[in-house]
């Protein structure tokens, strides 16, 4: 190939726009977009209780429920999110089950979301309720619980989680310093936290199965909308929104995210997200 003086000035130009900017030292590549990220209107897209094949592959559930793919929904709008997973799900023992009622390996839809580049981050092994798991079987077992889900979850991706979102966000201040004091960020919708830190619950799981009534009205779609309008009233344009591996959420989203992108907003994974959130 003949390397004119305007070709060789153009692979210059690339080189250094490929080269990473400064970061502060630990931040490492996360810290690297969080820099150009920074400021700027985000969005953290989360999905919690799976990883469930049927939904991520757009295949058909054990009952028959079809689903668009959410996976392949994520790639044609150029979104990377992360992924809350339930650890049983990943272990071999749960092949069977997760054929059966998922329509297909859930461990496989797991390296899937890893390899086209998604954040897989933990939501406990068992999706026991902390609080009936403390009483039942005493916090070291919450906490083992915990430790079982990040195993398994390296033991896919060869990257260990550093977020948890405790099932159905039940958490108190004691347990929360344990499970930070093992290196986790516990994900809260607390109001002891500032908004652009929070959860952003979506109550997509209303919306789904037989009983629709605490369906947010007119939509869901209208109800995040309005939810984000009303944080970016209070000056947020920072948002952790979080949604389920269910058929009803990726309908949702193929709506959702081009009307949000339209609306400014760029779609991060979590780690990114909180560099850039944190250095504010
Ligand atoms: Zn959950």
Not at 78 to 91: E, H, N, P, Q, Y
Not at 128 to 143: A, D, Q
Request: net charge neutral.
């Amino acid at each position: 190939m003949l390397i004119t003086p305007t070709l060789c000035m153009l692979l210059i130009a690339f080189a250094t726009a490929a080269l990473p900017a400064k970061v502060p030292r630990g931040l490492g590549e996360a810290g690297a977009r969080a820099n150009a990220t920074r400021g700027a209107k985000l969005i953290a897209l989360t999905f919690d209780d799976g990883p469930k094949p049927y939904v991520l592959m757009g295949t058909r559930s054990g009952k028959g429920v079809l689903s668009q793919s959410l996976l392949g929904l994520l790639d044609h709008q150029g979104v990377k999110a992360t992924f809350f997973v339930m650890g049983w799900r990943l272990s071999q023992n749960a092949d069977a089950k997760c054929r059966q009622e998922d329509g297909g390996v859930c461990r496989e839809a797991a390296e899937e979301e890893h390899r086209r580049g998604h954040e897989i981050e933990n939501h406990t092994y068992g999706h026991g309720n902390f609080r009936s798991m403390v009483k039942r079987y005493g916090e070291g077992w919450v906490l083992n619980d915990i430790e079982r889900a990040s195993i398994v979850i390296q033991k896919t991706t060869g990257e260990r989680p550093t977020y948890l979102r405790p099932p159905d966000w039940t958490i108190w201040p004691e347990l929360e310093q344990k499970i930070e004091a093992r290196g986790y960020h516990v994900m809260t919708k607390s109001s002891s936290v500032p908004p652009a830190l929070r959860d952003v619950d979506s109550e997509d799981y209303f919306c789904a199965g037989r009983d629709v009534t605490k369906c947010p009205k007119p939509s869901d779609y209208d109800y995040v909308l309005r939810d984000i309008a009303q944080r970016e009233r209070q000056g947020v344009e920072q948002h952790i929104l979080v949604f389920h591996e269910l058929p009803q959420s990726v309908e949702l989203l193929s709506r959702l995210i081009p009307e949000l992108e339209k609306r400014g907003y760029r779609f991060v994974t979590l780690r990114t997200y909180m560099a850039a959130a944190h250095g504010q």
